[in-house]
């Protein structure tokens, strides 16, 4: 038998976190395979617009992490802001104590601390990381901010051919929080990017004719939905959330909402220079637009502009089969709380605000549905940590299956029900992936008995 390896003991172990007091682990932490540092940094997302932040490793977005599925990896992170910082794994089946939230759990790195993190990477599939802190009205904190970075774990067998891949992050920037009559909090930016560069600023997407292309488009605002065309070309979206849908679909348009994530096929099909951008014209003028140039073509780069926007979650997945779901139904109602002139709202999940917000108690093994009913004027996106779980119903659509997510956006007074396996043991945290939102109190913690 060969020398046993660190990853190999790790793997044999079948630990998701160790503690690193022991002689094996602390090798690990002098060598880890991955390394973030989060510091001050100044985003330059045009030569006018310059945006004091913080970062991973020097850049906006963060570095893209590669991961094998199921083979474990050490992270150092190193906390060299003024803050307390987490580092949420979204989208991944880690323990509460790595998973990155303080409400499950997780310890925070304080100022100038280095933490050693050791994990399992699962599910396959485009995940990604960020920052998991509150900000309050502070336009420059927590997810307002620039710590957001590309994961991908990827599979144990070969994915979907293609010729190129890029990794796409959307964000908002700036700006100033601006309060409603109805005591409502909500930022109005300066600028709108991708991959940290308003339009013009950033080097084009070179490709080449008849080349297969992957994008990998991850909404990491703050908390707007984003709509994403590219002109003179169609999407095959083949993943959301990371996870390959029932039915690939070909559309106009993709729409994202915070913390989601669309990987989509472009065959390169139609030589010249063209703009991807945000559908809203006053949105692509705050900067979200880049460009993608064929090479040997040259020119304006090229927008055409969509008549509407068009999305649905329902075109990927599967007709549900016949029959009542066996699943436990958990009821949430969503809405907003306003106390009165001068107040600040709060959100409710069953009329209640976080931490006083319940903590129902979930069986491991059993199959919960959330049942979400939204009665405010706001969509939202819901996040579960830790989970997966299948959109059954968004709207008045039809039962769904096969649609695999970890967020999802409930429409304005109207409602969405998911599924999930209570499948990983321990604190798992629900919440709307909205700052402004999750930080006035939309936020929920199940356990397990
Ligand atoms: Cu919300």
Redesign the pocket.
Known sequence: MGKLTRRRFAELSGLAAVSLATGEMSRAAVTPDFTLEIAPYLLEASPKHKFQTVAYNGQVPGPLLKMREGRAVSVMVKNLSRDPEVVHWHGLFLPPEVDGAMEEGTPMIAPGATTHLQFMPEPAGFRWFHTHTFAGNDLRKAQYGGLHGFLMIEPRENPAPYDREFFLALHDWGGSMTGGDDGSMNPVYDASTINGKMMGSGEPLRVKQGERVMLHVLNSSPTEVHWIALAGHRFKVMALDGNEVARPQVVEMLRLAPAERVSAMVTMDAPGVWVLGEVRKHVQAAGMAMVVEYAGSKGTPKWVQPPALRWSYEPFANAAPQGQSEATRIELIFDSKFKGHGAQER?TINGKSYPETDEPVLTAGRRYRLVMKNLSL?E??IHLHRHSFEVKRVGGSAELGGLRKDVVLVPAQSTAEVEFTADHPGRTLLH?H?QN?MDLG?MMVFRYA
């Open positions: 959100w706001d939202h996106p709307c909205q939102h939309f």
